[in-house]
């Protein structure tokens, strides 16, 4: 069993959907939970960060921490097709200052 | 700022070939990261430097591979001899302080044939 568990998709949804991307994980060690969003051919650039458990809102994007239940989510409010990429979630296993756990990554497509 | 600059975009070889891929981090940045990433596995870190020195290489996947930053403007990321199993793409990114607000380059995407 991999670390960070993350459904690839595609995941096709409307324009001006909710998007719920999930992410599960099995250590619970791990405290800062990140998401990236990766376009097609770019590299991967961080879209936000929490620490802990709770929700941290930006913009049409929140952020959301379950440690109890081990899951982590990302919701797009008024989904955009400029949304349409690749979204990864990633871990701070806490005994590294550098080191990351990635997930595989979920292709989001946004229809006009 | 430019951003992280990787060099080249694209690269095909033949398999035996040396390949060197190149980055040159954000100015001032003091942490130094390359990545490959690939459906079957992901994103995977195979080397991390700091202050132009390795950390740790412990995900390089072999003695081919090879990295060095002799300076804290531009490093290198060497696979001598390639294969096939290399096809990929290779990111560089740089940070300062936060490591997980690191800013990744455009890529490197690596075909051995």
């Known amino acids: 069993q991999k670390e960070v568990e993350q459904d690839p998709g595609p995941l096709s949804v409307p324009e001006g959907a909710i998007v719920s991307l999930n992410c599960t994980y099995s250590n619970s060690a791990f405290q800062y939970f990140m998401w990236y969003r990766q376009y097609s051919r770019k590299g991967p650039e961080l879209l936000m960060y929490?620490?802990s458990s709770g929700n941290k809102e930006d913009g049409r994007f929140t952020a959301q921490v379950d440690k109890s239940s081990k899951y982590i989510s990302l919701f797009i409010r008024d989904s955009q097709p400029s949304d349409s990429a690749t979204y990864l979630c990633a871990m701070d296993p806490m005994d590294s200052n550098y080191q990351l756990i990635w997930g595989a990554g979920t292709k989001l497509i946004i229809k006009p | 700022d430019a951003g992280v600059i990787q060099s080249p975009r694209h690269e095909v070889t033949e398999m035996g070939q040396e390949v060197t891929l190149r980055c040159k981090p954000i100015?001032?940045?003091?942490?130094l990261f390359w990545y490959r990433q690939t459906m079957m596995r992901g994103l995977e870190l195979l080397i991390y430097f700091n202050n132009n020195v390795p950390i740790d290489d412990s995900g390089m996947p072999e003695d081919r591979f090879s990295a060095k930053m002799p300076n804290a403007s531009f490093s290198t990321l060497k696979i001598q001899p390639s294969e096939p199993r290399d096809s990929a793409v290779y990111f560089c990114?740089?940070?300062?302080?936060?490591?997980?607000?690191?800013?990744f380059g455009q890529g490197t995407r690596l075909t051995v044939v």
């Open positions: 990114a740089s940070s300062l302080g936060r490591f997980y607000e690191a800013f």
């Open positions: 100015s001032g940045h003091n942490s």
């Open positions: 929490t620490y």
